[in-house]
């Protein structure tokens, strides 16, 4: 790809986006999808400097780069750093190559040290490793050895999630055999104790952390916070106060698409209905387990905490919720049997 190209459709995209975010700081930038650390270190000082020119940044915010381990190079983790970005979550999934195999990865066991080491001596104290378990025929000790790998690497952040079978992908169509209920649930137990010995706490379903390493823009996100979408194929939701409504955009997809816009890049932009809102705002701030502000919910949707008081009420008698002095979060019993709870609200 043209990077020069491309960085002027970025910055021409973000400065026709910016109108939405006046008088507003942003505080976090993440940088996914594809494989961005394809990019030049010199590509992306660069957009942080334009990105800068036109919108106010919050003093020391939060940029992430997304990394395949695939394409882990020492001298460009470097260009990353110096340019700008302080975290990278490094796309691990497996230490195990009949894994990685089998899940259609480009790495191996070995890149995916490799990209770690490289991360670390570029001096990027603050990393996520994506991680996940109940893959194809894992036993609970593979499952565990995967964790206990990723730990001894010492990651700020930590993203361990059960592997999902999503439709339009191969294991849809072609159906893996995957671990018993009862295995997966051994898995996460287990899993449990290993990440809070550790000192990873859990702040989310699938996301652990050492204090305050907390990742800013996922929680942004997880509490129904604005963001804007930039890129091809980027996502964006932004609150219209002046027109009493949220809309979400989206962009087009595919970069050679995206380029012969021309300026025009929204592919999709619509209204979230009044009643999604409540919908949308619990199925986000309720995979975080310190839950979220009775406040907030008012303040994010536009609509009356009383809307969903009889069902918090409902939840709380059936042990799935807590509430105390005005925050709502999901019990123990709640975080274990997360996908009921949240069924509850659609």
Same mark, same amino acid.
């Given at each position: 790809?043209?990077?020069?190209?491309?960085?002027?459709?970025?910055?021409?995209?973000?400065?026709?986006?910016?109108?939405?975010?006046?008088?507003?700081?942003?505080?976090?930038?993440?940088?996914?999808?594809?494989?961005?650390?394809?990019?030049?270190?010199?590509?992306?000082?660069?957009?942080?400097?334009?990105?800068?020119?036109?919108?106010?940044?919050?003093?020391?915010?939060?940029?992430?780069?997304?990394?395949?381990?695939?394409?882990?190079?020492?001298?460009?983790?470097?260009?990353?750093?110096?340019?700008?970005?302080?975290?990278?979550?490094?796309?691990?999934?497996?230490?195990?190559?009949?894994?990685?195999?089998?899940?259609?990865?480009?790495?191996?066991?070995?890149?995916?040290?490799?990209?770690?080491?490289?991360?670390?001596?570029?001096?990027f104290d603050n990393f996520n490793?994506?991680?996940?378990?109940?893959?194809?025929?894992?036993?609970?000790?593979?499952?565990?050895?995967?964790?206990?790998?990723?730990?001894?690497?010492?990651?700020?952040?930590?993203?361990?999630?059960?592997?999902?079978?999503?439709?339009?992908?191969?294991?849809?169509?072609?159906?893996?055999? %995957?671990?018993? $209920?009862?295995?997966?649930?051994?898995?996460?137990? @287990?899993?449990?104790? #290993?990440?809070?010995?550790?000192? =990873? +706490?859990?702040?989310?379903?699938?996301?652990?952390?050492k204090p305050g390493k907390q990742?800013?823009?996922?929680?942004?996100?997880?509490?129904?916070?604005?963001?804007?979408?930039?890129?091809?194929?980027?996502?964006?939701?932004?609150?219209?106060?002046?027109?009493?409504?949220?809309?979400?955009?989206?962009?087009?997809?595919?970069?050679?698409?995206?380029?012969?816009?021309?300026?025009?890049?929204?592919?999709?932009?619509?209204?979230?209905?009044?009643?999604?809102?409540?919908?949308?705002?619990?199925?986000?701030?309720?995979?975080?387990?310190?839950?979220?502000?009775?406040?907030?919910?008012?303040?994010?949707?536009?609509?009356?905490?009383s809307d969903i008081g009889k069902?918090?009420?409902?939840?709380?008698?059936?042990? %799935?919720?807590? $509430?105390?002095?005005?925050?709502?979060?999901?019990? @123990?019993?709640?975080? #274990?049997?997360?996908?009921?709870? =949240? +069924?509850?609200?659609?």
């Amino acid at each position: 790809m043209n990077e020069e190209k491309y960085l002027a459709a970025l910055l021409e995209d973000f400065s026709a986006d910016s109108i939405y975010i006046q008088d507003r700081k942003i505080h976090s930038v993440f940088i996914g999808g594809g494989t961005p650390s394809l990019m030049s270190g010199g590509f992306y000082k660069k957009l942080f400097s334009g990105l800068e020119e036109v919108a106010d940044f919050e003093t020391g915010y939060e940029s992430t780069l997304e990394a395949n381990p695939g394409t882990a190079d020492a001298c460009r983790f470097a260009e990353y750093r110096e340019a700008g970005i302080n975290r990278l979550s490094i796309g691990i999934q497996s230490f195990n190559d009949q894994a990685l195999l089998a899940l259609g990865r480009i790495h191996d066991s070995t890149q995916a040290r490799h990209a770690i080491d490289v991360c670390r001596n570029a001096n990027f104290d603050n990393f996520n490793l994506d991680l996940m378990y109940a893959l194809p025929s894992q036993s609970v000790e593979e499952a565990l050895l995967d964790l206990k790998t990723a730990i001894e690497f010492q990651p700020a952040h930590l993203s361990w999630y059960q592997l999902t079978v999503e439709p339009n992908t191969v294991f849809y169509s072609k159906p893996p055999s %995957l671990p018993e $209920e009862e295995t997966v649930m051994t898995m996460q137990l @287990q899993g449990l104790k #290993l990440l809070n010995e550790a000192g =990873l +706490e859990r702040y989310e379903t699938s996301a652990y952390a050492k204090p305050g390493k907390q990742s800013k823009h996922n929680l942004n996100y997880w509490l129904f916070g604005d963001y804007l979408g930039i890129g091809a194929g980027a996502h964006g939701k932004i609150s219209l106060p002046d027109k009493d409504r949220i809309v979400r955009t989206r962009k087009v997809k595919q970069p050679e698409n995206y380029l012969a816009k021309e300026g025009n890049y929204i592919a999709e932009q619509s209204a979230i209905e009044s009643d999604d809102l409540n919908v949308e705002f619990m199925m986000n701030a309720l995979r975080l387990t310190d839950g979220f502000d009775s406040g907030l919910f008012q303040s994010r949707t536009g609509n009356s905490f009383s809307d969903i008081g009889k069902k918090i009420r409902y939840l709380e008698s059936e042990g %799935l919720l807590q $509430e105390y002095d005005g925050r709502i979060k999901p019990s @123990q019993k709640g975080q #274990l049997f997360l996908n009921n709870l =949240l +069924e509850e609200f659609l």
